[in-house]
C-alpha cells in the first residue's frame, strides 16, 4: 500500500506540475504509472488515474490517443468511465478496448452494442468470449463482417432466440452457411442440420449459391426478430378455422396425441416438452428449442416423423401465436404444409440429420 500511496502522490505531482512537458509524454508518466502500481490500487485509485488520463486523452489528436487505448485496453482494471469513452470513440481508438478490455461490464458492451457502428461491431464480436445477451445484439444490429467473424468466434454463447435470428440472417449471408453448417450450436445442432436441409443449403464444401450476396461494404437487410413483427389481421375466416381446429377431435386419436393435445389445449407447456421429450427420446434443451424458437418447418417434420396428428401439430403450433410469436396466417400455411407431408418422408429427413 506504500507503493500505491506514493504512486499517487506522483500523480498528483504530475497532475500540477508546471514543468514543460508535452501533453504526449505526460501522458505516458501517468500510463507507466498507473501499471506500475496496478496491483495495489483501490476503485478510488483507479477512478483517479482515470480522471487525470481522459482529460489528458482529450487533449490530443486521434492517433496519439489511440496509441494510449491500445494500452491502456490490457489493463486488469481500468477507469469503466475512461473505457466506455474510448469505446465509443473513432474506431481506431475503440478497436483494442472493445476487443480485449476486460474492465467493461456486459451490460456496458450491451450498451455500447446497441448504439455504435458496424466497425465497432466487428471489434465486440471478436472479443474473447461474447455472452448471449452481447450476442444477440450483434446479431440483430450486425452488418455481414460482425456476423461472419462473430459465428466464427470460438468464445460465442448463443441464446436460442440468437441462433433463431442468426439462422434468419443468414439465408441473405453466404458466407454464414458454411459456419453454420460446421459448427451448428450447442443444443440444437440437430436442429441446425434440419433448417439446413429444408432450405437447401448444401454443404460446407460446396456453398449455396444465394443471388445478390451482400456487397463487401454494405451491411445484409436486417432480418425483423422472430418475436417483434407486427402481427397482421388473419381475417374472420381464418380465425374460425382455426378455433374449429383448436376444438376438432381426432377420430383414432393415440393416448401419446391425446395427452399432448390436452396440453397443448391447455397452455400447459412443461407438460408438452415432456411429452415430446418422451416420444422423441431427445434432451429438453432441443425439444424446447423446436417447439417454442424453431422455425415451423424443422418442427413440423420432427412432429410428422414422431406421427403427431395434425390436429395435435396445430395446437402445438398454437403455442406460438398465444405468445405472440406467430401470425395466424403463418400458422394456417404451416397446417397445409404439414397435411402434405408424408410421415416416410419426415422420418428420412430426422434419420438423416440424426446421423
Given at each position: 500500500m506504500q507503493c500505491a500511496r506514493e504512486g499517487l502522490a506522483q500523480l498528483e505531482k504530475l497532475a500540477t506540475s508546471d514543468a514543460d512537458l508535452c501533453e504526449v509524454d505526460l501522458l505516458g508518466q501517468v500510463t507507466d504509472l498507473f501499471f506500475a502500481t496496478a496491483g495495489q490500487h483501490s476503485d478510488h485509485d483507479v477512478a483517479s488515474f482515470g480522471d487525470v488520463m481522459e482529460r489528458l486523452a482529450y487533449t490530443l489528436d486521434l492517433d496519439p490517443r489511440a496509441a494510449f487505448a491500445q494500452r491502456i485496453a490490457?489493463?486488469?482494471?481500468?477507469?469503466p468511465r475512461l473505457l466506455r469513452r474510448l469505446a465509443t470513440d473513432d474506431i481506431s481508438v475503440a478497436e483494442p478496448v472493445l476487443t480485449r478490455s476486460q474492465s467493461l461490464s456486459e451490460q456496458d458492451l450491451e450498451e455500447i452494442a446497441g448504439t455504435c457502428e458496424p466497425g465497432h461491431l466487428l471489434a465486440l464480436s471478436r472479443r474473447p468470449s461474447v455472452p448471449p445477451d452481447l450476442a444477440d445484439v450483434i446479431v440483430t444490429r450486425g452488418d455481414r463482417k460482425a456476423l461472419v467473424a462473430l459465428a466464427g468466434n470460438a468464445g460465442l454463447v448463443l441464446s436460442r432466440?440468437?441462433?433463431?435470428?442468426?439462422?434468419r440472417r443468414a439465408e441473405t449471408i453466404r458466407e454464414l452457411q458454411g459456419i453454420i453448417d460446421r459448427r451448428g450450436v450447442v443444443g440444437a445442432d440437430m436442429v441446425t442440420r434440419l433448417w439446413l436441409r429444408m432450405t437447401g443449403w448444401k454443404s460446407a464444401e460446396e456453398p449455396a449459391e444465394i443471388d445478390g450476396?451482400?456487397?463487401?461494404?454494405?451491411?445484409?437487410?436486417?432480418?425483423?426478430?422472430?418475436?417483434e413483427a407486427e402481427p397482421e389481421d388473419p381475417g374472420p375466416d381464418v380465425v374460425e378455422r382455426l378455433e374449429e381446429l383448436a376444438e376438432e377431435p381426432e377420430e383414432e386419436q393415440s393416448e401419446d396425441n391425446a395427452a399432448l393435445l390436452a396440453a397443448a389445449r391447455a397452455n400447459d407447456v412443461p407438460a408438452v416438452v415432456e411429452c415430446l421429450c418422451f416420444l422423441s427420446e431427445m434432451d429438453r434443451p432441443t425439444v424446447e428449442h423446436l417447439l417454442l424458437e424453431a422455425e415451423l418447418r424443422p418442427f413440423s417434420v420432427f412432429c410428422k416423423a414422431h406421427e403427431i396428428d395434425g390436429t395435435t401439430f396445430a395446437a402445438l403450433a398454437g403455442l406460438r401465436v398465444e405468445a405472440g410469436r406467430l401470425q395466424a396466417t403463418e400458422l394456417v400455411k404451416a397446417m397445409r404444409r404439414y397435411?402434405?407431408?408424408?410421415?416416410?418422408?419426415a422420418q428420412e429427413l430426422l434419420s438423416s440429420v440424426k446421423r
Open positions: 490490457d489493463a486488469a482494471k481500468a477507469s432466440r440468437g441462433f433463431t435470428r442468426l439462422l450476396p451482400a456487397p463487401e461494404d454494405k451491411p445484409a437487410p436486417e432480418a425483423p426478430p422472430i418475436d397435411a402434405s407431408m408424408t410421415t416416410a418422408h
